[in-house]
């Protein structure tokens, strides 16, 4: 998918790929966002292999973060925002993530849990405002 983005922007470039109430991504901007999603999972260390965990509400971020992260060979989770408490625990526990990525809106619920998550799991915030989670593995973008 991501390599079809990419000639999709070759082909298309400004043409509306995305769009949103608030906000939309043409071709050219959606496949520049999932480079720099993918350079930025990279520089996390992330590579081949590993699992991270989605828990944010539908924009255009949202496939931009997905598509980016695959191009590097890592694997996404999609978890459903609608959980919470254990249902939102086993969702996440059961991949094995290496981090768990957070849209601002959905932090009160990854807080609520991050208690019984592995240690090892990071959990990332992307958004704007502050995210409420544990300050050793908070890292935000927004």
Known sequence: MPALIERLADRFGAAPALLSTD????????????NR??????????????????VMANCPEYVAIWLGLSRIG????????????ELLTHSINIVAPRCVI????LCDAVRDVQARLAPSVEC???????????????????
Do not use: F, K, M
């Open 23 to 34: 906000s939309a991504l043409s071709y050219r901007s959606l496949a520049e966002l999932c």
């Open 37 to 54: 999603y993918a350079r930025w999972g990279l520089a996390q260390g992330l590579a081949r292999g590993d699992v991270v965990c989605l």
């Open 74 to 85: 890592v694997s996404v989770s999609l978890i459903n925002t609608n959980l919470t408490g």
């Open 102 to 105: 957070v849209g601002a809106t």
């Open 124 to 142: 990332w915030a992307t958004g704007p405002g502050e995210h409420g989670l544990r300050d050793s593995t908070r890292r935000s973008r927004g």
